[in-house]
């Protein structure tokens, strides 16, 4: 009886051991294998020297050494593995061949959305050849860009978290919803309410995409909190791989020029949109697939640039105050803020996310306030100048949608100024904080599903 | 008595290619052989001995592979390359001249205690 509880303690000591070995980015899983192996063999031979298993465990792993001292050896002999990898995986069987399904599956998704995304072509769509299409068509395609794009994203979401059959239901009821409203409207051609569907369809379908990402854990913070994590490193990504995209097509163009062959109507009308709609599932395989390989670059992003936005805003508000210049407003000046506001939500979101909840509050939180709250002040500011004049202006769907967008932002931020200040001063938990970021995600999606559904019939399609 | 780290590391390549020359031979029984080799006063470190395999492995001069010992565990054994017993025979003649050139210099010397550990039967002189 106490002998297998004994065998039962070892066994569980050498897993702990075994996982904290593993947390070595210098020791890959084999060097792992290969230490355990000693470990074990050590043991054996003490435990017929007389020792208890645990004493046996202890000298054992005494006698492998400081794990600190261990890992920097490691790392002489193996430098480049302080260069996390991304592509290679490591040569542990089982999980090379997971990986590899898993590429392929993405590929074929990236490949199935470009072909998808071309298919009205086939029946006379085609985005350029006739003036009739540019009005008709370039809505159609405009209002529908996401729906090429997202269910498939979604679906590979579905496939690898093995989503139970009831939410998958829900799932397909919500793309064949998004059809239905973004195909309904009689839209005028080239109508603002048009283009509102347009932008804001893609912001609620990003909802669905994410509870097929959380899989069962969209109900916890921490399951929304990696979806936010992995938007923010598929934007990341999606930048880099269009920025190599660009450097392609400039050799592609220079390399066919010279031998006399225009690559542009190939370019415009292939390579781009095929490219952009798949790289948003290559980006999210990359995304998945590194997310435990490399320090995530958002949270990187965000140190570097809140204490520079917080500085601009500052001296802006210091500007203001010294000069006495009133906010001019022009017509776009709401979109401005708004954007503003997003950008500062995106720098307090990812700081968020790479925070520890129970460190203390340090510089860094202090500054996240001033630049939070600053931010809100400049948009108070802003808000209060267009308020004076929103009659004169009339309440065109754009302006709307605008103004709708700056007071859940606004909202949002002002709250989180509260309990971050709270936390600051000692009053509150971090985790707070968190807990109200997570909640307030299905607000976005919900305020885009109104956009796209209730704005066009309310403002007459025009 | 503990030799020097720097002994250790500069001795650690001839030492490990000498035992898989002899044979086939996997780290723990590696470490092992250093024991038993060296009457127990040769102290290595048990994990510093896969760096130096590793280094050794990648410089050709030995080969690893995977094999699943009687206990059904895997276990990483190493076998000597050609160019591992070619670096063997260098570094024999490297310690043959290091060696030869204390011996003439411990002849001169008298060092106090200096021969004790090598010699443990001067105690009683």
């Known amino acids: 009886m106490s002998a297998a509880g004994h065998t039962l303690s070892l066994e569980e000591q050498i897993d702990q051991w075994r996982s904290y070995l593993r947390r070595r980015q210098t020791i890959h899983s084999v060097d792992v294998a290969e230490l355990e192996d000693h470990l074990r063999e050590q043991i054996t031979a003490l435990v017929e020297a007389g020792l208890a298993a645990e004493e046996a465990f202890l000298v054992a792993v005494k006698r492998l050494g400081n794990l600190d001292a261990l890992s920097r050896e490691f790392a002489r002999e193996h430098s480049e593995r302080l260069w996390k990898q991304l592509v290679v995986v490591s040569a542990d069987s089982g999980e090379l061949a997971r990986v590899r399904t898993d590429a392929i599956v993405a590929f074929c998704l990236a490949v199935a959305a470009a072909a998808a995304f071309k298919l009205p072509a086939l029946f006379g769509l085609e985005l350029d050849r006739n003036i009739e299409f540019l009005e008709q068509g370039a809505g159609v395609y405009a209002r529908n860009l996401s729906l090429f794009v997202l269910p498939l994203l979604t679906g590979y979401f579905v496939w690898k978290r093995r989503l139970d059959a009831r939410t998958f239901r829900w799932l397909i009821a919500a793309f064949v919803a998004a059809v239905v409203f973004a195909n309904v409207y009689p839209f005028a051609a080239g109508s603002d309410t048009e283009a509102l569907a347009a932008l804001h369809l893609p912001i609620a379908l990003w909802f669905i995409v994410g509870i097929a990402y959380a899989g069962g854990r969209w109900g916890e913070i921490a399951g929304r909190m990696d979806f936010i994590r992995f938007s923010g490193e598929l934007f990341i990504y999606y930048v880099l791989i269009a920025l190599g995209g660009g450097v392609l097509t400039g050799f592609m163009a220079l390399l066919f020029k010279a031998i006399g062959i225009d690559a542009e109507p190939f370019f415009t009308f292939w390579l781009l949109p095929c490219g952009a709609v798949g790289a948003v599932l290559v980006g999210s395989w990359l995304v998945e697939a590194k997310q435990s390989v490399i320090e995530n670059m958002a949270p990187v992003l965000t140190r570097l640039f809140t204490p520079l936005f917080a500085a601009v805003l500052v001296a802006f508000l210091g500007a203001l105050v010294w000069t006495g210049h009133g906010v001019d407003i022009e017509r776009n000046v709401l979109i401005a803020f708004d954007l503003l506001l997003a950008v500062v939500l995106g720098l307090l979101l990812y700081c968020i996310s790479a925070r520890d909840a129970e460190s203390p509050p340090g510089v860094f939180d202090v500054v996240q306030v001033v630049l939070v709250v600053s931010a809100l002040i400049a948009d108070v500011v802003a808000l209060w100048a267009i308020a004076a004049r929103i009659t004169e202006f009339g309440f065109t769907p754009n302006r709307v949608a605008a103004l709708g967008e700056n007071v859940i932002l606004l909202a949002n931020l002002v709250w989180s100024a509260v309990l971050y200040i709270r936390f600051l001063r000692g009053r509150g938990a971090f985790t707070s904080l968190e807990w109200w970021q997570t909640a307030y995600l299905p607000v976005y999606a919900l305020w885009a599903a109104l956009v796209v559904a209730i704005f066009p019939p309310m403002f007459g399609y025009s | ?125």
């Open chain 2, 1 to 125: 008595m503990a030799i020097n780290k720097d002994l250790v590391a500069a001795s650690s390549t001839p030492i490990v290619l000498a035992i898989l020359a002899d044979e086939d031979s996997y780290g723990y029984a590696i470490l092992k052989r250093v024991r038993e080799l060296s009457g127990g006063r040769m102290e290595w470190t048990d994990g510093m001995l896969y760096p130096v395999l590793h280094r050794l492995e990648r410089l050709g001069h030995i080969q690893a592979r995977w094999e699943v010992a009687d206990s059904g565990r895997r276990r990483k054994y190493y076998r000597i390359t050609r160019s591992g017993h070619r670096q063997l025979a260098e570094e024999h003649r490297q310690w043959q001249a290091v060696d030869a050139t204390l011996r003439g210099i411990w002849k001169g010397l008298s060092l106090p205690g200096g021969m004790a550990s090598a010699a443990p039967l001067a105690e009683g002189v």
